[in-house]
């Protein structure tokens, strides 16, 4: 995901597992990824006209398949058909990008902030509990809602820019996977 810069089907296939990881072990959320490359279905126009049951079939193994399946043809649907594809998506004001996301059936937060910083490059950092558990452990704050731990965290690290957050996010989910 820290990959820099990123091919336009590497963007796509980011925002593709930013839907499949929810509530997902990682090693699942690959053989759907897997599934979807083999069947040439690993782009936003092909999973919007995807069939709904194909669809569904393909990510199986990352669970939730059908609620997913459903989610990733509302993103996949908003990128191409509302903001005109990946390409001038990229190339929408952060905010804008974010409150449409955000406006998605079954994208919350940190799922909108995981496509942006991860697939867009733009600098906002992600909250997940990854993140949470550091700030506990750390007592960085008493207040842990998203945009009090987001704001901690980005006015922490001193800079806006996008690769410290994702590096920086990348070190905070390896370190909350080996304890």
Known sequence: WCKRPKTLKEKETVAA???LTQRANW?????????????????????????????????????????????LKVLAGFIVDECGGTEKAGGMFTEQLRKGLLSLKGI??????????????????????????????LKLTDDFSYAHLQQVFEQGLGRKNYALYQDFHALIVIDGKVK
Request: proline share 3%; aromatic share 8%; with cysteine.
């Open 108 to 137: 919350g937060e940190e799922t909108a902030d995981d496509i942006l910083l991860y697939a867009f490059e733009r600098p906002v950092f992600v909250i997940d509990e990854y993140t949470r558990r550091l700030a506990k452990e």
């Open 27 to 71: 090693k699942n959320v690959v053989l759907a990824v897997e599934n979807l490359e083999r069947a040439g279905i690993l782009s936003m126009e092909k999973i919007l006209t995807c069939g709904l049951a194909n669809l569904e079939l393909l990510i199986r193994p990352s669970g939730f398949y059908r609620l997913k399946a459903q989610r």
């Open 17 to 19: 597992e930013a839907i």
